[in-house]
């Protein structure tokens, strides 16, 4: 995945446009695992990436960072096509799920961070840390600047996952 995204960031910095990272966290991913079983969890992983690959380009990456946790990159044209492109993924988890007969709401928060053509892939991800899922559907940070809201409804501040840690750790 780094290595993905290092060459992304390059290719973007070289034809003038902007690395996006989104990353996913499925909602209630754990009470499926817990009230249903593992094999129903894994089906709800399944068909995460499935429905992630599926609206996603061929030079587009996507991959599984952790349990119930995502992350799609690719090249947009500037920050508004990358948040456009990171709703039509978040759109495509929100949907029903048909695991063992049952049809399962599958919903997930998203953090986008926009790098421009001066950023690294070290960059973007620093900036996704900050945009990690406060419990919402989509937190976007567009540079270091960027002010994000990501106070959650309880009042705790989001602790970044311990997959994007290790993405920075690299």
Known sequence: LTDRLDQAAAYAAREHRVLAVVFFDLDRFKQVN????????DALLVAAAERLLAVSRDSDTVARVSGDEFVVAWVAEDAEQARTAAERFAAALNTSVLVEGRSLSLSASAGLAVGSGADTADDVLR????????????????????????VRADGARPVPSAALLRLLER
Do not use: K, N, Y
């Open 34 to 41: 817990d009230a249903l079983g593992h094999t129903a969890g």
């Open 127 to 150: 900036r996704l840390v900050r945009a990690e899922p406060p419990g919402r559907p989509l937190v976007v940070v567009t540079s270091d600047r960027a002010v994000v809201d990501d």
